[in-house]
């Protein structure tokens, strides 16, 4: 049974910056793509970043240059350091794992981040 654990929502203002981390309960860490996405009121949810196990990343063209995805191999654990949050960043963020082997796909409960003056 796979377990995404995730932390660091809250609100902030617009330019502000918040960090999310999401700790993975698995056996074989490295096995996994780990990605972050969201979803706004309204809206699909959309990727946002995601890192390899060589700790590859990709980012959707809204976030390139303000948000930045790293792994911790030791702790299991992926992170997203967001920068100058803008009012369109609110949204429900989402934790995501990819077994690469198995091609089993697991999501976290979501946390909430809140963009507003």
């Known amino acids: 049974q796979v377990e995404l654990v995730e932390s660091g929502g809250g609100l902030v203002q617009p330019g502000g910056s918040l960090t999310l981390s999401c700790t993975a309960y698995?056996?074989?860490?490295?096995?996994?793509?780990m990605g972050w996405y969201r979803q706004a009121p309204g809206k699909e949810r959309e990727l946002v970043a995601r890192i390899t196990d060589g700790s590859g990343s990709s980012y959707a063209d809204s976030v390139k240059g303000r948000f930045a995805i790293s792994r911790d191999h030791a702790k299991h654990t992926v992170y997203l350091q967001m920068h100058s949050l803008e009012p369109e960043d609110t949204a429900v963020y989402y934790c995501n794992a990819y077994n690469m082997r198995s091609r089993d796909d697991y999501w976290g409960q979501g946390t909430q981040v809140t963009v507003s003056a």
């Open positions: 698995v056996d074989m860490f490295a096995y996994y793509i």
